[in-house]
């Protein structure tokens, strides 16, 4: 049964309840009267009980709702838009190039990962792969988390995200 189902057969009952109470007035009650009370009474927190249940089932289902609203919009916008879905492809297959290897990629995920490749004439045995912006994220975090000089290091960012070109020199050259 419905949950307004149930709503609408309390009501009814409820009002059979306050009819009979109604007619009986300030007169003693007979046996067969606080019966057919009980009886109803009985059946009244059935219903109370089924449709608390009811109400708080609704409740943990508007929650996870609500809960995961935030991840669902942003599927729902990334599955509308091609550049994030192309983004997404080549994040995939990146991933599962590094897990299992080149061999175990499909023909899609072999593309998708040319499409990643330097903006050089390198060819591929020769390096010509990039390193996807999360994948470098993620790489960068653990070296901090496992390096003693980051820890204590100052990091410096600009406002656009660029490096800061710093005036080096390599002795090794």
Known sequence: MKLHELKQKRNTIAADMRALHDKIGENTWTEEQRTEWNKAKSELDGLDAQISREEELRRQDQTYVDDNEQEQRQQQQNKSDPAAQAQEKRVAAFDRFLRNGFAELTSEERQALKELR??????????????????????????????????????????TGQDITWSTSDGTT
């Open 118 to 159: 330097a903006q050089g004439t390198s060819p591929d045995d020769k390096g010509g792969y990039t390193v996807p912006t999360q994948m470098l994220n993620k790489i960068v975090d653990a070296m901090k988390a496992y390096g003693g000089i980051s820890s204590v290091a100052q990091i410096l960012n600009t406002s």
